[in-house]
């Protein structure tokens, strides 16, 4: 059995760290190629660095960011935001990056998925999915550039079109509970898992020790994504990685 991830995630805008609410009301945190480095050294899994604004603002990654971060860790980085096209892929790819996340660029030419996938392989190319419940609560819709639009797209349904397509892993943010510290969206998450066979990443929500345990006892979710926790040092990985094992769960210590 592969052991559960923990991941931080370095939401960057114009070369800095921030963390929102709701994908809103920034607040700077740092630089991303120092906070990348200690997350190396702390004992993180991985890296998500995430360009949050890129593709909002019709711009590319900043390739030079992903560069100097990517010289200082020694763990699968992964890195998205204003991606759209097979160059940007070899580009980032070139920079350092171990993996590329799609999200806007996905739905809106989703061949990009398989054309990715054939050429770079299947585990360099991550979905990354925003769900938001719908008004009437039937469900869950994909949101796109940065929460900003509604797709109308069933979220399971496109998760399921996704894997079809070639994607290796799903990046599953709740938009509904990003920010919050009220807990990783469950249902969303379980909803998604019980319908692929890749890996799922849990994200947007997490505030406290438990809802690690929580997303990965009551979700099929293989690791979970946290920012704020981990930037303002409410808790450290090793602390959450020592929990996780007391309560039976496979980490990689």
């Known amino acids: 059995m592969l052991g559960k991830r923990i991941i931080p995630c370095l939401d960057v805008n114009m070369g800095r760290v921030v963390k929102?609410?709701?994908f809103v009301k920034l607040r700077d945190v740092g630089n991303p190629v120092e906070i990348a480095e200690f997350y190396n050294k702390e004992g993180a899994d991985e890296l998500v660095f995430l360009d949050i604004t890129a593709?909002?603002?019709g711009r590319k990654t900043m390739i030079e960011v992903v560069e100097r971060t990517a010289e200082k860790v020694f763990i699968p980085l992964t890195v998205g935001g204003g991606i759209?096209?097979?160059?940007?892929?070899?580009?980032?790819?070139?920079a350092g990056a171990d993996k590329i996340s799609v999200n806007s660029a996905a739905i809106r030419t989703p061949h990009l998925i398989s054309r990715a996938a054939d050429k770079f392989g299947s585990q360099c190319v991550v979905v990354a999915i925003d769900g938001k419940m719908r008004e009437d609560k039937s469900g869950w819709n994909v949101v796109i550039n940065g929460g900003r639009i509604d797709t109308g797209l069933d979220a399971v349904e496109w998760a399921k079109e996704a894997e079809r397509l070639g994607a290796g892993e799903i990046l599953l943010t709740?938009?509904?509970?990003?920010?919050?510290?009220?807990g990783y969206d469950i249902a969303l998450t379980k909803a998604i898992t019980d319908s692929l066979n890749i890996p799922v990443i849990a994200s947007g929500g997490c505030g406290k020790l438990e809802h690690f345990y929580d997303v990965f006892a009551e979700s099929g979710?293989?690791?979970?994504?946290?920012?704020?926790?981990f930037h303002y040092r409410e808790l450290t990985i090793g602390k959450v990685k020592e929990?996780?094992?007391?309560?039976?769960?496979?980490?990689r210590i």
Do not use: C, P, W
Request: glycine residues 12%; without cysteine; charged residues 25%.
């Open 243 to 251: 929990y996780l094992r007391g309560k039976g769960l496979e980490v």
């Open 221 to 229: 979710a293989d690791a979970a994504l946290a920012a704020s926790l």
């Open 20 to 22: 929102g609410i709701n």
């Open 55 to 57: 593709t909002h603002q």
């Open 84 to 94: 759209g096209s097979i160059e940007d892929f070899k580009s980032i790819l070139r």
């Open 174 to 182: 709740s938009m509904d509970a990003d920010g919050t510290k009220a």
